[in-house]
């Protein structure tokens, strides 16, 4: 008998090719859908930690006011004592200093006087202090489009955007005008040994990057830093982890009498990300929710068609003395097998295409101009574990779901009812 | 005193109407006997359909009572009822009622899979229905590749495959030309004969009625002859 029913699904189309070719369309897109919002999200906030929030940073509660100034007279002061401390207090996590800093950029000609000038954003990184801890962490090597990375201290790099503003080269010396900690002029001549490019609009319009030592002598700020970046361990952000070390940090350091004492922010805290970081849970929920629902109509009406077409059959199979439970369970085997078809065909080109965009990308900077959000342009799927199940299971359950609605109708008939519309 | 296999005695059948009630055959009292070749025979609307269903334990009686083969339809569980129609009933519709995406002989075979039976005993008995009928050149062709004579063919077959006691068999020549119907009813009658299996039509075709051995007049739900 069973094998019979399978011939019979095999052969007819509608039960099997169409249902399961729809099921896989359905699987592929949300396993697609999944593994794109997991990689574009996770992407977004691993390249916020690198580049700006850590996933966890301490700052003043007056910086932390208002942080897009970067304001160098709102410095934590005391570094290293600080840094002692967060070491002895969260010895796994890695702490390292960053100086953010605006000014203008002068470029003088042969004989001194200004060529082309305009306004930086500077990032005192560890190139040559710390091991140069930054260079990976930025990952620099990439980012280089000519020169190198600086070996010396009064070498920079500038972005190839600002480059191409100042029309600047390799070699050439640019001086920085701006402001010390204490707010007196600041001013130094550095050469330019590297342009980089980092594919986030952000950093490529008008950046310098220079040794974390350079930047606190400019700016006059010893044993001060304008940040002090946290990252967890596993190198991977997690929420929960990052707000227990900023509350037990907060709760014994920060004093909300005292704006120049230090405050931990999460990564969530920063740039906007909580709002960020919700969404991707909720876009996958409602991408899961969005499928089973579609799915489970759709495969609802594909078993209503079926059941009808199938009239003859079942009442055949009644008048030869199945009975209607046995039917109507026949019918839920029937789909358990469909969907784990059509579930495993639907998760595997979702696999395949995921892995695709994960290894390829897409590259949208053209589209994103204009955007001084931090994020990157080259888009790319991540696959996590959740990937090879999100489509799967939905899969099956609206095909088994579907069916058994569609069932429903069946089992609920009178035989006799059955067999009147049969005969029409 | 001859072997009754349906005996049927004040049976009323209701169904359900709006807010009331429609009676659909009414005080039917009958007593069929095994080796009859009898017709239900009335125009259409008279309950045929509702009468030969109650009888095949596919619908049960509203009051009264029908015993089948010593079951009485309307105290049967629906797996007894479904039991009772595997073993002994071979049902045959007026629209055939064959499955498209299976061969003739698998049509035929399909009744045998439910019953316990080897492999060799079902090829056997498929083999000898499928001659009965004259069908044997069809075994592999698709009931779409059928005319409709040799459909109804492939539909005795299979109801006789088992070998039931009893063939129900609603309006079985409706879709088909005379020489057809013919056929059939000569092949049937024949079978008849030779196995004495019980056979029940509902039909309003003349054509049928002079192969009978037996009529029952049926008229808005009463016998009246
Ligand atoms: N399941 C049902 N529900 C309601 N009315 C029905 C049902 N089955 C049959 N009837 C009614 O009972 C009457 C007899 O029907 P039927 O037995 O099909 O007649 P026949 O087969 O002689 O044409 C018809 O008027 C039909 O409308
Ligand atoms: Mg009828």
Redesign the pocket.
């Known amino acids: 008998m069973i094998k019979f029913l399978l011939k019979g699904l095999i052969r007819d189309r509608h039960r099997s090719l169409f249902p399961i070719l729809s099921i896989s369309i359905g699987v592929t897109l949300t396993v697609l859908m999944q593994a794109w919002v997991t990689g574009i999200l996770g992407d977004m906030i691993d390249f916020n930690a690198r580049f700006t929030t850590g996933h966890t940073k301490v700052i003043t509660r007056a910086y932390s006011e208002n942080m897009q100034q970067m304001a160098s007279d709102l410095a934590i002061v005391g570094v290293d004592e600080l840094t002692d401390d967060l070491e002895k207090e969260f010895p796994n996590m890695n702490w390292i200093n960053r100086i953010r800093f605006g000014g203008l950029i002068d470029i003088p000609d042969e004989s001194g006087i200004t060529k082309s000038q305009g306004p930086v954003v500077g990032w005192g990184i560890n190139i040559l202090t710390d091991n140069g801890s930054d260079i990976e962490r930025m990952n620099l090597q990439k980012a280089m489009r000519a020169g190198k990375i600086p070996t010396k201290s009064g070498e920079i790099l500038m972005s190839d955007e600002l480059a191409e503003k100042l029309n600047v080269k390799v070699g050439d010396d640019a001086t920085f005008l701006g402001s010390t900690m204490f707010g007196s002029m600041a001013m130094q001549n550095f050469v330019i040994v590297g342009i980089v490019h980092f594919g986030t609009t952000a950093l490529d319009k008008g950046a310098i990057i220079i040794d974390f030592k350079d930047a606190q002598e400019v700016l006059n700020m010893e044993n001060a830093t304008s940040e002090i970046l946290g990252y967890l361990p596993s190198g991977k952000y997690n929420n929960e982890l990052a707000s227990e070390i900023a509350n037990d940090f907060n709760s014994k350091y920060s004093n909300s009498e005292d704006e120049f004492s230090p405050k931990m922010l999460t990564l969530s805290e920063q740039n906007d990300l909580k709002s960020m970081l919700e969404y991707m849970d909720s876009i996958i929920g409602i991408i899961i929710f969005v499928f089973i629902f579609a799915m489970s109509i759709v495969l609802w009406n594909i078993g209503l068609i079926g059941g009808l077409r199938r009239y003859g059959e079942i009442g055949l199979r009644l008048a030869i003395g199945e009975s209607k439970g046995a039917v109507y369970r026949k019918m839920i085997y029937e789909s358990v097998l469909i969907g784990l078809f059509g579930s495993l065909f639907g998760t595997i080109i979702g696999l395949g295409f995921s892995y695709l965009l994960q290894t390829k990308g897409l590259d949208l900077s053209s589209m994103m101009q204009n955007t001084s959000m931090m994020i990157q342009s080259v888009y790319r799927a991540k696959i996590t574990p959740l990937t090879f199940y999100i489509g799967f299971i939905p899969g099956l359950f609206s095909t088994i779901i579907g069916t058994a609605l569609a069932g429903i109708g069946i089992y609920k008939r ?1 035989t ?2 059955l067999f ?1 519309e049969l005969e029409n | 005193m001859a072997n009754s296999i349906i005996t049927i005695t004040n049976m009323k059948k209701q ?1 359900p ?1 709006g807010k009331g009630k ?1 009676t ?1 055959l009414d005080d039917i009292n009958l007593s069929i006997n095994s080796g009859e070749f009898t017709g239900i025979v ?1 125009p ?8 030969l269903n109650i009888i095949g334990s596919l619908d049960v009686p509203t009051e009264g009572e029908v015993i089948t083969l010593g079951e009485s339809i309307g105290k049967l569980t629906h797996r007894k009822a479904a039991k009772l129609r595997n073993k002994n009933i071979g049902f045959i519709f007026q629209t055939y009622n064959l499955l498209p995406v299976y061969s003739v002989y698998e049509n035929v075979e399909f009744p045998l899979l439910l019953l316990k039976m080897s492999a060799s005993k079902r090829k056997k008995a498929v083999l000898d229905a499928l001659e009965w009928l004259g069908l044997t050149d069809k075994i592999k062709s698709r009931p779409g590749q059928l005319s409709g004579g040799e459909c109804q063919r492939v539909a005795v077959a299979r109801a006789m495959v088992k070998l039931p006691e009893i063939v129900l068999a ?1 309006e079985p020549t409706a879709n088909l030309d005379a020489e057809n119907a013919h056929n059939i009813l000569k092949m049937m009658s024949k079978l008849n004969k030779e196995l004495n299996t019980t056979f029940l039509f ?1 039909t309003h075709d003349e054509k049928v009625i002079q192969y009978l051995t037996r009529q029952i007049l ?1 008229k808005d ?1 009463k016998v009246v002859g």
């Not at chain 2, 259409?44 to 009468?51: E, H, I, M, N």
């Open positions: 009178q006799a009812q009147r | 169904y109407e429609f659909a009335g259409s609307g008279s309950g045929k359909t509702t009468l609603d509902s049926l739900g």
